[in-house]
């Protein structure tokens, strides 16, 4: 028996021996099924001191978990781990962010356009359609979208801040009067990339280097552009002329003179050649918006370049053009209608044939505009700046005024007319608030907006102001009742979104969402960090290192 009992102790003590310690510093816990785990060190007093893990991820089973890391203090601690079943960000809307679009699935999807301008601009292609914005810094001010708005390329100048003014497309080509309107530099319509001006030394043309050194008027900066058919017209607004240059080297071709002249259209259109009438030849057929409310028609021979023709039409003395686009190649048919863009105190788009322009067919935007103040009106108009028509018939509007804007996308079938798509921002919104129990209305740059959860779409509703300021800079991170870090933007999986600019918002129905701020706000679901269990509590003891 003594020694039956002998034995005994020596098996316990061996299995003892060979049974691995634990030290003081590890935590240990098991899990069901795969989980994200928060592990928390607490003082005394219960407040949080360490997280040596923070939103990592887990296999089921036992874990075994040395806390003893770099940045944890020496000490005995209490211990706290929480389990929760932490999903990708669940993109719910994205609010006035230009022409992003995060389903996309390439980089392109986070090109937003110009962040430091308002709409500016818009040309359009047998292709694409160029959307141009006041001003980018961190964006792109020059975007190529297809007719069905997916992005095909996107260009910033630079180095630093750098605009558009205005835009033209012709011939493979896109033409950008800078921010500034000094000078013009010339984009592949179909990659965007840069294109030199032959004979050039620099990619931009100088509007001060048209003029000859015995010029008694040299214009430093224009205020329009147009092309068409192996020319670039610019046109000096206030020097109340239009200079008319080859597309390729930029050299100086023909002078077109008329009382301030704005925006230009232009077409091609055969004629019967004088001298052989057997034969045509395409010539020039151009419309200007003039001394703010005529319609300057002209036709000119392209080669050597004079202007054959021209008439005026005039529109009623309060009826001031502020943009114009033409649609109907001549070379086909005698059907052209000019869309004529009026400002105050009409902002209405107005469809006008050419043969008789001095009333118009079909009206776009409700009379008198959008008012300043209460409920957004999507189908008003209100400082437009130009108007463009894509190869699917597609009529595109640039609105801006000094800080804000859009483009909009309207279908036009005879005389029945659709908003089909509203481009809002870029906008930074520096105001933004959540505005509603759900998360379904926010508040950014100086609007609310309403989220439609099923097609992430939002809405404009109205001019609006944050209840109250915020009196700390807001949170770009969530933890739970006890201080565990859940999320941050670190934790991000997509590569695309940048980690600065969150701002995590918890709802009142218990459901957590995130913004992210920049180019407009990107909201997204942060779901199941609000039903995290916990794992366990103890204590610890960390050794001085």
Request: charged fraction near 25%.
């Amino acid at each position: 028996m003594r020694v039956a009992f002998v034995i005994s102790i020596l098996l316990v003590l061996g299995f003892a021996a060979c049974e691995k310690p634990v030290s003081p510093a590890h935590v240990r816990f098991r899990l069901d099924r795969p989980q994200h785990v928060s592990i928390g060190l607490y003082d005394s007093a219960g407040t949080l001191v360490a997280q040596p893990v923070a939103g990592q991820r887990f296999e089921a089973g036992q874990h075994d978990l040395d806390c003893s890391g770099s940045e944890v203090p020496a000490g005995r601690w209490k211990w706290k781990a929480v389990a929760y079943d932490r999903l990708p960000p669940q993109r719910v809307a994205s609010v006035a962010a230009g022409t992003s679009d995060l389903e996309a699935p390439d980089q392109l999807a986070l090109v937003a356009g110009g962040d430091e301008g308002p709409p500016s601009a818009v040309a359009a292609d047998q292709n694409a359609v160029f959307l141009g914005w006041r001003g980018a810094r961190d964006g792109h001010e020059v975007v190529a979208l297809d007719p069905g708005g997916r992005t095909i390329w996107a260009h910033h100048h630079g180095p630093d801040t750098s605009g558009v003014v205005a835009l033209a497309a012709a011939d493979g080509v896109v033409y950008v009067l800078d921010g500034k309107g000094e000078s013009v530099y010339k984009l592949d319509a179909q990659t965007g990339a840069p294109v030199r001006w032959e004979g050039r030394d620099e990619m931009e043309l100088k509007i001060a280097s048209l003029w000859p050194e015995d010029a008694t008027t040299k214009p430093q900066r224009a205020g329009a552009i147009a092309a068409k058919n192996g020319r670039v017209y610019v046109t000096l607004i206030e020097d109340q002329f239009i200079a008319g240059l080859d597309a390729v080297t930029g050299d100086y071709v023909i002078t077109l003179t008329a009382p301030f002249p704005t925006q230009l259209a232009l077409s091609i259109t055969p004629m019967k050649d004088p001298e052989d009438p057997t034969k045509l030849k395409v010539i020039d057929f151009g419309v200007c918006a003039i001394a703010k409310n005529g319609l300057a028609y002209f036709v000119m021979e392209h080669v050597p370049a004079w202007v054959m023709m021209s008439t005026t039409r005039w529109l009623a003395e309060d009826e001031e053009i502020v943009a114009l686009t033409l649609r109907g190649d001549t070379m086909k048919t005698e059907q052209v209608t000019i869309y004529t863009a009026l400002g105050e105190p009409h902002h209405q788009v107005q469809l006008r044939p050419a043969e008789a322009a001095e009333g118009f067919s079909v009206a776009l935007g409700l009379p008198g505009g959008r008012p300043d103040e209460g409920p957004w009106k999507s189908e008003a108009f209100r400082d437009i700046r130009a108007l463009a028509v894509d190869a699917a018939g597609q009529l595109w509007v640039a609105e801006g005024d000094e800080k804000f804007g859009r483009f909009t996308v309207w279908r036009i079938d005879g005389k029945a007319v659709s908003l089909e798509r509203e481009i809002f921002g870029p906008i930074k919104a520096e105001d933004f608030a959540v505005d509603s129990s759900d998360g379904t209305q926010v508040i950014a740059g100086g609007f609310r907006w309403k989220i439609d959860p099923q097609s992430h779409v939002a809405a404009c509703i109205e001019r609006a102001v944050a209840n109250a300021p915020l009196s700390q800079p807001p949170a770009d991170e969530y933890r739970d009742a006890h201080g565990l870090l859940l999320w941050s933007p670190k934790m991000l999986k997509d590569e695309r979104l940048s980690r600065t600019g969150w701002q995590v918002v918890p709802l009142q129905n218990g459901q957590i969402m995130a913004a992210q701020r920049g180019a407009g706000v990107h909201l997204f679901a942060l779901q199941g960090l609000e039903k995290s269990i916990l794992l366990g509590t103890g204590e610890v003891e960390i050794r001085p290192k």
